[in-house]
């Protein structure tokens, strides 16, 4: 079981396989844990998507892995991962923070209904 925090929550994956500083998941669960999916164009999350490097699509992707770690450092965003790979922070820059804070735009969410 490997552990994948992103700024979305806290993942457990037992189908990843971790080499070196590199994470291969599964299309769905790559999808899940960080919004990124395999399109024609390259990985897209949302409207945005990333053409893939010529010459390097396998360091990338690989059947139905993603390498999310490799994609992490081509998008320049801070990646940590435990010793042993059981445990891996995909994190967003300061950079994108403090834009996002900047903004004043509060992502989506739901409060708790006090009366429960």
Request: aromatic share 6%.
């Amino acid at each position: 079981m490997t552990t994948v925090l992103t700024d979305t929550g806290r993942f457990e994956i037992a189908g990843a396989e971790a080499t070196g500083e590199d994470l291969w998941l599964s299309t769905g669960d790559a999808q899940t844990a960080t919004g990124w999916s395999i399109k024609p164009e390259g990985l897209c999350k949302a409207e945005i998507c990333v053409p893939l490097p010529p010459g390097r699509e396998r360091e990338f992707v690989h059947g139905s892995r993603v390498n999310v770690a490799q994609l992490w450092r081509h998008l320049g965003q801070p990646i940590a991962h435990s010793d042993r790979g059981q445990a891996w922070v995909l994190a967003s820059s300061a950079r994108d923070r403090s834009a996002a804070l900047r903004s004043l735009q509060a992502p989506d969410f739901t409060l708790p209904d006090p009366t429960v």
